[in-house]
């Protein structure tokens, strides 16, 4: 295995797990992410538990794609959509000045949101990697 | 060339499109009671619009759905126009937060001693009353708690104001200083 391949493995194999946790987190307790997305004041109260009971889903369905090294173009062109979605978010959070859990996976952790962000880039080069080395990686 | 890139890009777009329709799917399939009670009016720090005025309150507290176990959302105008109607207050917060200002006419119930304080509160306050819970703001999950706790508690009427103590002092309306009674 070429390190390229290597590479594109690993960066694959990251992103699924990390949003398979995230995502499995998110599940266990949708009540409780709902809250988290209201503390963003960002959606009509409604819609906070609507996000919350689907987006863990699509998270931990893209994180297992991932992991089988399924539909990886999408599933991580798809994650990297929705980190852009998270990262205005939180950008919005900082400008409105509210201290907030960003509930990125599941509540009590509470990072600040410049560590979320920081935590969002990472999760943005790892998609680009899985999505561009995808055909230089296939056998 | 071009042409087989923007195929490629489209069917990848289509596939993220059905990944997060069966996400959606089996999201909704799941927690489909939640979605349903949360349209229906019935939990949500998260619900349908907030009662603006007495005109728009849900129901009275006989008729609140049996299965409620969340407290409805309010909003400052909503909240206003509730306690001119004879709501209670209830602040979630410290007694020592609570004594440098509370909302007029507030009862003090902190929600890190409940389970002390339930028993008195239960003595000041009729199982009929409409309650509004409040805290510290957005950010803050303890009016939301007390709010379930309210309703676990057999109190039939709760609804939970999530901008809180400074959203009320910050729109210049009065405030009280003081120990709880």
């Known amino acids: 295995m070429t390190g390229r391949r290597l590479f594109y493995h690993g960066c694959r194999l990251a992103l699924g797990g990390i949003f398979l946790y995230a995502g499995l987190l998110k599940a266990a307790d949708v009540t409780a992410f709902a809250r988290n997305i209201a503390g963003y004041q960002l959606l009509p109260y409604s819609w906070n538990y609507l996000v919350a009971a689907t987006l863990p889903t699509i998270e931990i369905l893209a994180g297992v794609l991932l992991l089988l090294g399924r539909k990886v173009r999408a599933a991580s062109l798809l994650l990297a959509l929705l980190t852009v979605v998270f990262i205005g978010a939180i950008v919005s959070v900082v400008l409105r000045g509210l201290e907030i859990d960003c509930g990125c996976f599941g509540g009590g952790g509470n ?17 680009h990697f899985t999505f561009h080395l995808r055909e230089t990686a296939k056998p | 060339m071009s042409r087989l890139v923007n195929e490629r890009l489209t069917r990848t777009l289509l596939e993220a ?6 996400g959606v799917v089996v ?3 799941v927690n489909h009671q939640l979605v349903l009670d949360d349209f229906a009016g019935r939990l949500a720090p ?3 619009p907030a009662p603006r005025s007495p005109a728009r309150r849900m129901t009275d ?6 299965t409620a176990q969340f407290p409805a959302p309010i909003d400052l105008d909503g909240l206003r126009a509730e306690l001119q109607e004879g709501a209670v207050a ?7 937060a609570y004594r440098e200002g509370h909302l007029p006419g507030a009862q003090s119930l902190f929600l890190g001693e409940v389970r ?45 104001f999530e901008g809180g103590y400074p959203a009320w002092r910050d729109a210049g309306l009065p405030t009280t200083q003081g120990a709880a009674p």
């Open chain 2, 90 to 96: 209830v602040d979630a917060r410290s007694p020592e």
């Open chain 1, 111 to 127: 990072p600040s949101p410049w560590l979320a962000l920081l935590r969002d880039a990472g999760i943005l080069v790892l998609a």
């Open chain 2, 17 to 22: 499109v059905v990944i997060v329709a069966v």
């Open chain 2, 61 to 66: 507290p006989a008729k609140q759905p049996p």
């Open chain 2, 116 to 160: 002390g304080e339930i028993g008195g509160f239960f003595a000041r306050v009729p199982k009929t009353a409409r309650l509004i819970t409040y805290c510290n703001g957005y950010g803050c999950p303890d009016a939301f708690d007390l709010g379930v706790t309210l309703l676990a508690s057999g109190y039939r009427d709760v609804l939970v």
């Open chain 2, 46 to 48: 998260v619900s349908a």
């Open chain 2, 27 to 29: 999201g909704l399939s």
